[in-house]
């Protein structure tokens, strides 16, 4: 595989239906990297697959600003201190963010949010075809990310910071993050499935 894992995630706390698509329950957030280029070409793919996402009329409202090599600090700045201090080592860090208004009418746009969770996950799971892992992070300075790449606060709302990266052995990290490296556990499908009533 063009990017080893060091090791088998234990992915015993989970219990997918039979029948459910492999990609869903192998996906997984770690906090472990170490830091590896990530070709030109496999980034292109992973971006693209967030290209075909669905959103509604079509908007596709997401926008997905990343690092580069020479920006990579930039954007580790960005991060709140708690994410810094494991997010260092992936390979990439990026920003979501929503177009708030349709273009078509100029109305706001209620799903833009939950259209670029669309985009998210797309690309997500093209990461991990490729060997690849991503983590999604709330814990981002967005008042900053505005300021830092002059982003209209009328126009793009800054949704939420992810990184890409080759997972690396979680005694890598220092504590509390060692602790917490392993793929988690789901809620049971009658928790979060109603069906007819609430």
């Given at each position: 595989?063009?990017?080893?894992?060091?090791?088998?995630?234990?992915?015993?706390?989970?219990?997918?239906?039979?029948?459910?698509?492999?990609?869903?329950?192998?996906?997984?957030?770690?906090?472990?990297?170490?830091?590896?280029?990530?070709?030109?070409?496999?980034?292109?793919?992973?971006?693209?697959?967030?290209?075909?996402?669905?959103?509604?009329?079509?908007?596709?409202?997401?926008?997905?600003?990343?690092?580069?090599?020479?920006?990579?600090?930039?954007?580790?700045?960005?991060?709140?201190?708690?994410?810094?201090?494991?997010?260092?080592?992936?390979?990439?860090?990026?920003?979501?963010?929503?177009?708030?208004?349709?273009?078509?009418?100029?109305?706001?746009?209620?799903?833009?949010?939950?259209?670029?969770?669309?985009?998210?996950?797309?690309?997500?799971?093209?990461?991990?075809?490729?060997?690849?892992?991503?983590?999604?992070?709330?814990?981002?300075?967005?008042?900053?990310?505005?300021?830092?790449?002059?982003?209209?606060?009328?126009?793009?709302?800054?949704?939420?910071?992810?990184?890409?990266?080759?997972?690396?052995?979680?005694?890598?990290?220092?504590?509390?993050?060692?602790d917490w490296e392993g793929p988690s556990p789901r809620k049971p499908l009658a928790e979060i499935w109603k069906q007819g009533v609430w």
């Amino acid at each position: 595989m063009k990017y080893p894992t060091p090791y088998s995630p234990d992915f015993s706390s989970r219990d997918p239906l039979a029948g459910v698509a492999e990609e869903f329950p192998a996906r997984w957030s770690p906090r472990s990297f170490v830091r590896t280029p990530i070709p030109a070409e496999d980034l292109a793919v992973i971006m693209d697959a967030a290209r075909w996402a669905p959103s509604a009329y079509n908007e596709q409202p997401w926008r997905i600003l990343t690092s580069t090599e020479e920006t990579f600090e930039t954007f580790l700045g960005l991060l709140v201190d708690a994410n810094q201090k494991w997010a260092k080592n992936a390979s990439l860090i990026g920003f979501m963010v929503a177009r708030k208004n349709f273009t078509h009418n100029g109305k706001p746009n209620a799903t833009a949010v939950y259209d670029c969770g669309s985009a998210w996950m797309s690309l997500t799971l093209q990461a991990r075809k490729l060997g690849l892992y991503t983590h999604g992070m709330a814990g981002i300075r967005k008042d900053a990310i505005h300021e830092a790449f002059g982003i209209d606060r009328d126009e793009f709302e800054v949704v939420a910071g992810f990184t890409i990266g080759v997972l690396d052995l979680k005694e890598n990290l220092g504590k509390p993050y060692a602790d917490w490296e392993g793929p988690s556990p789901r809620k049971p499908l009658a928790e979060i499935w109603k069906q007819g009533v609430w």
